[in-house]
């Protein structure tokens, strides 16, 4: 059975920092691309940032390119998202989700497995 286990969100204050990791178990993704979304509250599910296959290409949304860095650690099976300068605007539940295939693609509908979402706060 393939799991998806984010951690490591909270509340912080802006301008703060998190560090989000999801832990993959049941398969290995390191040849599949990866990535973050989240929900904020009334809003749709958006795309956040995805790295491929292996990790060469990554990709960011406008609202958090040079604020948030996605990476990944194949050996453990994990990927991670990193956020610095957090805004209120931020404030989201935070999904990790895996695609069969090695291409970083942004639709919701192309991933294959989903985390159970983690959330994170940014208070003003």
């Known amino acids: 059975q393939v799991q998806l286990v984010e951690s490591g969100g909270g509340l912080v204050q802006a301008g703060g920092s998190l560090r989000l990791s999801c832990a993959a178990s049941?398969?290995?993704?390191?040849?599949?691309?990866m990535g973050w979304f989240r929900q904020a509250p009334r809003k749709e599910r958006e795309f956040v940032a995805g790295?491929?296959?292996?990790?060469?290409?990554?990709l960011y949304s406008d609202s958090v390119k040079g604020r948030f860095t996605i990476s990944r650690d194949n050996a453990k099976n994990t990927v991670y998202l990193q956020m610095n300068t957090l805004k209120p605007e931020d404030t989201a539940v935070y999904y990790c989700?895996?695609?069969?295939?090695?291409?970083?693609?942004?639709?919701?509908?192309?991933?294959?497995?989903w985390g159970q979402g983690t959330q994170v706060t940014v208070s003003s």
């Open positions: 989700a895996a695609r069969f295939g090695s291409t970083v693609v942004i639709t919701t509908t192309l991933y294959n497995y």
């Open positions: 049941g398969r290995t993704f390191s040849s599949d691309a």
């Open positions: 790295i491929n296959g292996y990790g060469i290409n990554k």
